[in-house]
């Protein structure tokens, strides 16, 4: 079965060092997406990308960055992480047809020390 | 500024009534609406939607309802089982980006 995956599933880190979170779909989906779950904000759009190649900023992106070389992976970056981005974050992928629903991952928990 | 709101952070309903949970948007140019639920350590998934052309999308026991002169749309879960006890979140869509809510958490007692 087609799916999307999200790794690690728990991560420490201290602040500056630099981070990737990896987002891998199976479902040839076009369409790529980071989001952060924090309370009181909901889920919060970091970066996506709508092909190989192509990367958008979305509402929350200072701080990260991702980068598209295949359809079925966008990793997510933190280049300095900071205590501020300690989060659960959440990739998810849609066809990029019409209005489409997005599939999203188990999430990746990350904890700035 | 918090284009999709959901102002209701929480949500208890006994089991077999009806659950009706709301949002609001400020954007007239969102042309399709979403609702997903979300339990603990998993992620989000898909749970009906409706297009801006209708009022009204029934999926089982769950219908969305919209209101677009008001801007304003709600989920509705009849009956509740406690099975349904989770986190929705609305989000509403234009161009295959969605703007997500905040999140209502919803406990359906026994």
């Known amino acids: 079965d087609a799916e999307i995956t999200q790794s690690p599933r728990h991560k420490i880190t201290e602040t500056g060092r630099q981070v990737t979170l990896a987002c891998h779909q199976t479902?040839?989906?076009?369409?790529m997406f980071w989001y952060r779950q924090d309370l009181g904000h909901g889920l919060r759009l970091i970066h996506y990308s709508y092909g190989v190649q192509d990367t958008n900023k979305g509402e929350v992106s200072d701080g990260y960055s991702v980068s598209r070389s295949n359809t079925e992976d966008l990793p997510l970056t933190l280049e300095s992480a900071a205590s501020s981005q300690t989060s659960v974050y959440f990739c998810?992928?849609?066809?990029?047809?019409?209005?489409?629903?997005?599939?999203f991952g188990p999430g990746t928990r990350l904890t700035v020390l | 500024d918090q284009q999709v709101k959901q102002n209701s952070p929480s949500l208890s309903v006994q089991e077999g009534r009806i659950s009706i949970l709301n949002c609001d948007y400020t954007?007239?140019?969102?042309?399709?609406f979403l609702w997903y639920k979300k339990y603990p350590a998993e992620g989000p998934t898909f749970l009906i939607s409706?297009?801006?052309?209708?009022d009204k999308n029934e999926d089982g026991r769950f219908t969305v309802f919209l209101n677009k002169s008001a801007k304003h749309l709600s989920l509705h879960i009849v009956p509740s089982q406690p099975g349904d006890s989770a986190v929705y979140f609305c989000a509403a869509g234009g161009y295959q980006k969605v703007t997500f809510g905040t999140g209502t958490k919803l406990q359906v007692i026994p």
């Open positions: 409706i297009s801006s052309i209708k």
């Open positions: 998810a992928s849609s066809p990029g047809v019409g209005t489409d629903t997005q599939y």
């Open positions: 954007n007239s140019m969102f042309d399709y």
């Open positions: 479902w040839n989906h076009n369409n």
